[in-house]
């Protein structure tokens, strides 16, 4: 199944109380989340399937597209509050709907119970738009199935489903309503967005749903250009020039240093430039201010996991901002065989989206980078941490430390070529923090070597040298280590639960979660 699932915490659309029952009868359903203007609760009733499905939006912060989404409900003085909401994309094979329903179920009570508030009851979303000539109510008739195992699922668990809708093709079906006056065959309209009670009060709050996981996905995803071409030549030529160097211990801090200052210097050019408004067109101009050669550098010089554990320091205040901005036109500059390269960048802006507070993007970001290395420890363990609600101040307070001790240790004399602070060779992550160190495996010096297919150009790229056309073209693995590294603690262990511990494995993915 290739689809991820997102496990959310409580939104934040202030305290919301209400009923969604088909009576009208009050049974809440509402959702956790400061109150807005003043210290009271904002409190808003849900009386009804259609104010309900309203809310989805609002809850999960954008709107779903082709998901499975489960809202945990809690008991409050006999009304409901909601809690803790997962989502799946809809698997495309109808027989492995059951086990995804068993896996979300299972996954929001389990994150919940970490929370602890186990919940009494569950609101189940069907979302999917016609497709093939189909009508809004045959997607409702063809995810019916689904809506079942959802039901079985969380009823198995002790939560039943008190509410299940579909939505589709601007309408919405409910699967517990036997009522055909209160939820006609041909379903109920959906409001126009925007005009709801809720919508008002989340307007009020300063919320705001923020489109759906395409355009996310789109911020981060390669560019499909004219320059895909000569962006990957670029990543060629870069990594012929660095990879090795990595690999050099003699060299390896010195690319390290080469790859922290350039990057300082591009996110001051990014800094400089007036705000556009729009992402679309924030990105493209972003895209403008990035050369090929320059991100091609950057990417490959965040294959190795010292470096990328330096720069995820830019995670507070105004340069995380624009650590972000340079984190994701990287990840956007990933094509072609390059993808599995996305991951350094990808899993930096989830980090410094979650730092920020935006967990949203920083769910979405590191789900991606999962996506293009499936080994990629430190981006499993922060999508991990952060579906389970846990603060990033352990990450934060182990990088702050890191840099203190870097700075300390290093003086006020080191400087690079360009007048900048030099990071020393050889610093320990997380030293200063206080906590041992693992040892490295032996088995772990050799770094794991990427060999990726790629399509036949059928003469239409240029020539790339020699050491191309003989077919020898080094491509460095997704998170390249020293050869021969000494024992270190890096933003992988920081992530965790339980910091000072890690199991040992490969030099790409050492350990699971």
């Known amino acids: 199944m290739t689809n991820h699932d997102e496990a959310a915490g409580p939104s934040g659309i202030g305290d919301m109380h209400g009923s969604a029952h088909h009576s009208g009868e ?27 499905a309203d809310a989805l939006p609002y809850l999960l912060g954008y709107r779903p597209e082709d998901s499975i989404v489960l809202v945990a409900l809690h008991d409050r003085d006999g009304r409901g509050r909601f809690g803790g909401r997962a989502r799946l994309g809809i698997p495309a094979q109808p027989g492995d709907w059951p086990s995804a329903a068993q896996q979300l179920a299972r996954g929001l009570v389990t994150g919940s119970e970490r929370r602890g508030a186990r919940p009494e009851n569950m609101v189940a979303y069907l979302v999917q738009e016609p497709s093939n000539g189909e009508t809004g109510r045959d997607v409702m008739e063809r995810l019916r199935p689904l809506a079942q195992s959802l039901r079985t699922a969380c009823g198995s668990l002790d939560a039943p489903v008190v509410e299940a809708l579909c939505l589709s093709d601007g309408r919405f079906w409910s699967y517990v309503c036997p009522s055909p006056g209160c939820c006609p065959s041909e379903g109920q309209p959906m409001g126009l967005p925007g005009t709801s009670v809720l919508a008002a009060a989340a307007t009020y709050a300063g919320l705001q749903v923020r489109g759906t996981l395409k355009e996310f996905r789109a911020r981060l995803s390669p560019r499909e250009t004219a320059s895909v071409l000569d962006q990957e030549v670029a990543l060629d030529a870069a990594s012929m020039a660095l990879v090795r160097r990595i690999l050099d211990d003699g060299t390896r801090d010195e690319v390290a240093a080469e790859t922290l200052a350039l990057a300082e210097r591009v996110m001051a050019r990014l800094a400089e430039v007036p705000t556009v408004s729009g992402a679309p067109a924030a990105d493209l101009r972003d895209d403008e201010l990035l050369g090929h050669d320059e991100a091609a550098t950057l990417i490959v010089g965040l294959q190795d996991r010292m470096t990328r554990d330096r720069a995820a320091e830019w995670m507070e205040g105004a340069e995380a ?36 507070g935006d967990e949203l993007e920083a769910r979405e970001a590191l789900a991606m980078a999962l996506a293009a290395d499936p080994d990629y420890l430190f981006a499993r ?3 991990q941490a952060c579906n389970e609600g846990l603060s990033p101040e352990t990450v934060r307070r182990c990088l702050r430390a890191e840099r203190v001790g870097r700075d300390r240790k290093q003086g006020p004399t080191a400087t690079r070529r360009d007048g900048t ?18 040892q490295r495996p032996a088995h772990a010096a050799a770094p794991r070597r990427r060999r990726t297919a790629r399509p036949a150009s059928g003469g239409s790229r240029p020539p790339r040298g020699p050491a191309q056309a003989s077919g020898a073209r080094p491509r460095p693995p997704a998170d390249i280590p020293s050869a021969g590294e000494g024992p270190r603690r890096t933003t992988e262990e920081a992530s965790g639960r339980s910091p000072a511990r890690r199991r040992p494995g490969r030099s790409t993915g050492e350990g699971g979660t």
Not at 31 to 44: I, K, L, M, N
Not at 424 to 438: D, L, N, R, S, W
Request: hydrophobic residues 40%; negative net charge; charged residues 15%.
């Open 421 to 438: 602070a030099e990071p020393p060779g050889g610093a320990e992550p997380c030293a200063a923090a206080g906590e041992p160190a693992p």
């Open 381 to 383: 363990l922060l999508h």
């Open 26 to 52: 009050p049974t809440a359903y509402p959702g956790h989340g400061g109150s807005a203007g003043g210290p009271g609760e904002t409190q808003v009733t849900l009386r009804t399937p259609a104010e309900l």
């Open 321 to 356: 901002a624009v650590a972000l901005r340079l984190w994701r036109a990287l990840a956007r500059r990933c094509v072609g065989s390059y993808g599995e390269h996305a991951a350094a960048p990808l899993t930096l802006a989830g980090w410094v989206a979650w730092s920020t």
